[in-house]
């Protein structure tokens, strides 16, 4: 008899417990398990991510709040808290 088998991806959360990633399609049983600890090689580094975040930026024309308006908004914000 043939059992069919599922590759799923998890995080080990302590010595003995693993939060997969999906649901099997299993009912309460025992089951067989082989761990493999998975190694991200995509890491980037901080200066690649904010080069890509500042890409996106000017290619939909994003226009950060002058200081005047983030004074402004803060001014606005400090005068609505209670004393």
Same mark, same amino acid.
């Given at each position: 008899m043939m059992h069919n088998a599922y590759v799923v991806t998890g995080t080990l959360v302590d010595a003995q417990t693993v939060s997969l990633d999906e649901a099997l399609p299993l009912a309460t049983q025992k089951?067989?398990? #082989? #761990? *493999?600890p998975v190694v991200n090689t995509?890491?980037?580094?901080y200066h690649d991510v904010m080069a890509a975040i500042r890409e996106?930026?000017? $290619?939909? $024309?994003?226009?950060?709040?002058?200081? *005047?308006? #983030?004074? $402004?908004?803060?001014? $606005?914000?400090?005068e609505g808290w209670d004393d």
């Open positions: 089951i067989r398990m #082989v #761990v *493999e995509s890491r980037r580094s996106r930026q000017q $290619a939909r $024309a994003h226009q950060p709040p002058t200081r *005047e308006e #983030v004074d $402004a908004h803060t001014r $606005a914000e400090r």
